[in-house]
């Protein structure tokens, strides 16, 4: 009886289709494919005047996978991590901070936009003096909304679907996010004060001409602390870009005419390197 009803409840018999799991595995995809972007740039001015010890590069890398997909929910998880190298009198390039995240989370997809939700750990670790009370990490839910451009799964698929010309268009992306607080403990975090934080990017593609391409990004990333203060970053940047089949090569310029955070202060430096999209 049971192996005359199993096919039935699965929806195999003689491919009627008709069991009750059969719309569940025809809408359920497995993805695991893997996009991000990797970034590499020396800081080529600044008052380095507020910084002990000097800035010297920067490589930032983050990482999304793409696990399974099922009605236009996807789920996915970022690994990233940003490398921060000192310049000094001893050595032109030694570590300084090493910054980490890992987040799972879910995306809901539209038309145009998507929408996100994810769980949010993220490490700094101090390498180049001793770290009294530990490492810097903290927990938090962050959600957020945008246009599919803004996003680097998005940004090369839009970018080749556009004409070629001196066509500015824009895209957006606006997120928040909560932090887990009260007592330190391993789900809280430590060295840290921080209740809430916003963020958003808007990016303007500004030309095309075959697979070469320009676009400037505005970010400006706020957090609030337990004693309503607030410290913000505010960065800008320009990118020249080359296109592939699959993923995108950049030069860029970034400039912070503005930045306050405490934990990773880069203010009015300007940096100059590279970028992949991959």
């Known amino acids: 009886m049971v192996r005359m009803l199993l096919p039935v409840l699965l929806g195999w018999n003689f491919g009627w289709g008709q069991g ?23 800081y080529v001015h600044g008052d380095y ?42 050595a032109s390039l030694a570590l300084d901070k090493i910054r980490y995240t890992l987040t ?22 101090t390498i180049s003096k001793p770290e009294e009370q530990g490492s810097i990490w903290w927990n938090s839910f962050q959600f957020g909304f945008g246009s599919k451009a803004a996003y680097p799964q998005y940004f090369l698929k839009t970018f080749k679907s556009r004409r070629s010309g001196i066509i500015p268009t824009f895209d957006f992306n606006i997120n928040i996010g909560a932090f887990l607080h ?9 060295n840290h004060d921080y209740r809430y934080e916003t963020f958003y ?10 697979n070469w391409g320009m676009y400037a990004d505005w970010n400006h990333h706020s957090w609030l602390d337990k004693n309503y203060g607030v ?21 860029y310029y970034e400039y912070f005419p503005y930045d306050s955070f405490s934990k990773d202060n880069q203010n009015r430096l300007g940096a100059a390197g590279f970028k992949i999209v991959f």
């Open 104 to 125: 799972p989370g879910y995306r809901y997809e539209l038309k145009n936009f998507l929408l996100n939700g994810r769980l949010l750990h993220e490490c700094i670790h």
């Open 231 to 251: 410290e913000h970053k505010l960065s800008i940047s320009l990118n020249i870009l080359l296109a592939g089949r699959l993923n995108f090569a950049s030069v």
């Open 20 to 42: 009750p799991f059969s719309r569940l595995t025809r809408d359920f995809e497995v993805l695991m494919r893997t996009h991000g972007e990797v970034t590499f740039a020396p």
């Open 182 to 190: 009260g007592d330190q403990s391993v789900w809280i975090g430590q």
């Open 201 to 210: 990017m808007i990016r303007s593609h500004l030309a095309k001409y075959g």
């Open 49 to 90: 005047r507020r910084f002990n010890p000097e800035p010297g590069y920067r490589s930032d890398f983050q990482a999304y996978v793409d696990f399974f997909a099922y009605k236009g929910f996807v789920s996915t998880w970022l690994i990233a991590n940003s490398t921060l190298m000192e310049r000094n009198q001893q």
